[in-house]
């Protein structure tokens, strides 16, 4: 990042400074696994948009075992299977 005034590189500091407060509270809280590996497992979960005549329907995918323990650990809710269902009409 190429920041010029002081208040924009203040703020880019206290982002990376919270980005690292949330990797370090997410890795002592899991206690198991390294911001990396969180991460890895965390980032196969995704949003499908399913358009069609009836219809769009936003999904996500199925949790995975690790995916569900690592969310339980750190304390967040299980997302809903379904996000978001508009009928054409």
Sequence with gaps: MHHRTEDRIRAHVLLCWLALLLIRIAETRDGTHTWRRI???????HLGV????????????????EQRDILTRLGISEPP???QIDTAG
């Design 50 to 65: 399913f358009t069609g005549n009836a219809g769009e329907v936003r999904q996500r995918t199925e949790l995975t075992a």
């Design 81 to 83: 299977r379904f996000l």
């Design 39 to 45: 991460r890895e497992h965390l980032d196969t979960l």
